[in-house]
């Protein structure tokens, strides 16, 4: 065994070392499948993969989770949030290549292609808000020009191929009951239809290459692109503020998911045996971490007890779905290690510090809010 595959093999076993015992195993025989499909079609046994919209929220976070990994990254991404800088965050470290590229221009999307082993197609109009607001560009980039991209994955010798989804796709479900994967999607949006869209076209086709739908809960906790648009970091920062915080739907539900267990779980999937993840949905997140508004905010109240609140009903977002994770749990052992209260306290503790007093000088940086790029097309 070359020393580099032995210390690829060794930091597999690290990362995945809390696993019971049975996984590992799985985990160790799947890397050792793919080494051995890479020599045979002539490739690097590195693994080396392309992560699209990495300059994004959950992007950050995730290509940091790689390259301590071990694995290479390709990140590509169009910039569109003045993230720019956040494209540099990891630019010393060699396993790092970024290329600024747009999902809607096959030539840019090619380049960054070339020679990697997986792709995770994270770049979308994220969002109800800017996808309502530019819904001409939202089915481009959402679902014409992803489309266009998994079509293009073909005849390459992909390993694995991961399309972010979204638990919103359920929409609104009956009597509070916990949607699983086989549940009725009921988009009620622009981006959820668009997210809709896109499973239905991957799971229609026989594609020569593993793909994976992981349907994601409502994202919280750090990351270097902080959104501010996002319920818990939202009602957060406004009662540390003590803004005045006004609810609609108190109590409605939605789960929720710290960006570093997303990282986690993406990255599980890329780990986990073919067999046991290719053509499957996973909602991903955990039961735990369900909450209404009202249970955020009562949970935000104990630490901010002055913060005014005020709740009304009839919102113009009717969502409200509780959502089960018993598969994600039960196939790949994936159990999130932080709390809605954890991404709380973790907030809390940066707002303290100071480092985001000056986030509402740049409201598009810190929040899916307006793309100067497309305002020609804005729905006022
Ligand atoms: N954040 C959440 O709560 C959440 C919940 C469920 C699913 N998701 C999914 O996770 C993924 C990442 O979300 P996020 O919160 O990091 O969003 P984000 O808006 O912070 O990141 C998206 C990134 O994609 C880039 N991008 C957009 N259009 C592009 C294009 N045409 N070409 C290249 N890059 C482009 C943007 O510049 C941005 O950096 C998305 O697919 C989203 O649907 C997110």
Not at 238 to 263: G, I, K, N, Q
Request: charged share 25%; aromatic share 10%; hydrophobic share 40%.
């Amino acid at each position: 065994m070359s020393s580099e595959l032995s210390r690829s093999i060794d930091q597999l076993c690290e990362r995945n070392s809390l696993l019971p015992a049975c996984f590992q195993e799985d985990i160790v025989r799947e890397e050792l499948r793919r080494i051995a499909a890479a020599r045979a079609k002539n490739r690097t046994e590195r693994r080396r993969v392309l992560v699209i919209g990495g300059a994004g929220y959950i992007g950050n976070v995730f290509i940091r989770h790689l390259l301590n990994a071990g694995i290479d990254v390709v990140s590509t991404d169009v910039l569109m949030y003045e993230n720019a800088p956040l494209a540099m965050t990891s630019w010393t470290h060699s396993g790092y290549t970024f290329i600024k590229g747009d999902l809607r221009k096959s030539n840019e999307i090619d380049s960054a292609l070339n020679g990697v082993s997986d792709v995770v197609l994270l770049a979308s109009l994220v969002g109800d808000p800017i996808s309502k607001k530019y819904p001409t560009q939202s089915q481009h980039i959402n679902v014409d020009a992803t489309q266009s991209l998994i079509s293009s994955l073909r005849n390459r010798g992909l390993n694995k191929f991961i399309f972010v989804s979204t638990c919103s796709n359920y929409g609104l479900q009956p009597d509070n009951t916990p949607a699983h994967e086989a549940s009725d999607l009921k988009p009620l949006s622009v981006y959820a239809r668009n997210k809709v869209s896109v499973e239905e076209f991957l799971l229609s086709q026989n594609w020569d290459f593993s793909y994976t739908i992981l349907r994601f809960a409502t994202a919280f906790g750090l990351s270097p692109r902080m959104r501010f648009d996002l319920t818990v970091s939202e009602f957060t920062r406004d009662m540390f503020l003590r803004r005045d915080l006004l609810v609609y739907d108190a109590d409605t539900w939605r789960p929720y998911c710290h960006v570093e267990d997303l990282s986690t779980a993406m990255l599980r999937v890329l780990d986990f045996p073919i067999e046991t993840i290719s053509r499957e949905v996973f909602n991903t997140g955990c039961d735990a971490n369900n909450f209404t508004k009202r249970s955020i905010v009562e949970l935000i109240h104990q630490r901010i007890p002055d913060a005014p609140i005020r709740y009304k009903d009839h919102g113009s977002d009717p969502r409200n779905y509780r959502v089960n994770f018993e598969k994600i749990r039960n196939v790949l052992h994936f159990i999130p290690a932080k709390s809605v209260a954890d991404g709380v306290d973790e907030l809390i503790r940066a707002m303290q510090s100071g480092v985001f007093d000056n986030a509402d000088a740049h409201p598009n940086f810190y929040g899916n809010r307006s793309i100067p790029l497309f305002d020609t097309e804005a729905v006022k």
